[in-house]
Nanobody
Framework: QVQLVESGGGLVQPGGSLRLSCAAS????????MGWYRQAPGKEREAVAV???????NYADSVKGRFTISRDNAKNTVYLQMNSLKPEDTAVYYC?????????????WGQGTQVTVSS
């Protein structure tokens, strides 16, 4: 089994910054893809920033130039640095990972962390 634990959400004013972290743990053999998604009230979940299995880094158009995804492979952790936050960035942010364990390959979600951008 694999667990994804997110941290770093909170309330921030427009123009502010937050940094999210997501640590994967368990019997991990390899992480094939990992990234961040978000879901705002009444909207579908959308990809925000993802390290793909093909080795690319993809960003949603709405966050390009403001958000940066990074990772620490030794810690099985990804980060999302969010700058110049806007009210429309308000959402629950979820970490997602495609992981190969000793037994199988699966897709996993974290529990989500709330990000609220408001004055």
């Amino acid at each position: 089994q694999v667990q994804l634990v997110e941290s770093g959400g909170g309330l921030v004013q427009p123009g502010g910054s937050l940094r999210l972290s997501c640590a994967a743990s368990g019997w991990i053999f390899s992480i094939n893809a990992m990234g961040w998604y978000r879901q705002a009230p009444g909207k579908e979940r959308e990809a925000v920033a993802v390290f793909t299995s093909g080795g690319n880094t993809n960003y949603a158009d709405s966050v390009k130039g403001r958000f940066t995804i990074s990772r620490d492979n030794a810690k099985n952790t990804v980060y999302l640095q969010m700058n110049s936050l806007k009210p429309e960035d308000t959402a629950v942010y979820y970490c997602n990972a495609d992981v190969t364990t000793i037994a199988s390959r699966g897709n996993y979600w974290g529990q989500g962390t709330q990000v609220t951008v408001s004055s």
